[in-house]
């Protein structure tokens, strides 16, 4: 599974891949979590905002901080 | 191309049609420059269009949204209604009186009269937003827990 999380930098985006992590490492999933903060890659999903989620290639959240039973849920289904 | 910013919670999604006519053409110039003003954000329509996943994500994300229409035939409702996101906010230029043609040298004053619509949507949507006045009339700040 690949988990790429986009946001240049803010404390936003730094929560989100903190709980993208936490949630990967307690459900025991294999997963790569990258995290893309290059303006110009990000603006390559077409997303409006960050923190952004994709998981195998698929947006699943844009401009706010998920849940981690949301994150739970992505990385499950 | 979009410009990605952090946090996107606090912005105005605008969604202009920018069709091949005078006031297709007017949504796209009031989008841009609502945008210049710091007012909202324009975002691609025509990535939704495309059922890119970004774009489809974020305008279904994004707390509000205003798309701009030059006619009634309604392109930029239809084409978000197809990528199935709520359009709860929709201006028809020419319901502002502003009749269609195929004249692309835009007036100033229908710009701003475009741009003064959107406002106006955007003004209805907070205060339909706000919790209901008490019995004397004047709102306090308990966000209506009181």
Known sequence: MEIKVLGPGCAKCKKTEELVMQVVSEAKIAASVEKVSDLMQIAGYGVFGTPAVIVNGEVKCVGKIPTKQEILNWIKS | ????????????????????????????????????????????????????GGFVKSAQDIPTLIAIDGCSVGCAKTILEHAQIPVKNHLVITDLGIEKNKDLNLKESEINDVKQGVKKIYAKEVASKLPPPNIMGVGCCCSGKC
């Open chain 2, 1 to 52: 191309m979009s410009e990605s910013s952090c946090g996107s919670n606090g912005q105005i999604m605008i969604l202009p049609c920018s069709g091949g006519s005078n006031v297709g053409q007017l949504s796209n110039k009031a989008a841009v420059e609502l945008t210049k003003e710091g007012f909202g954000k324009m975002f691609c329509l025509a990535g939704i269009g495309a059922h890119l």
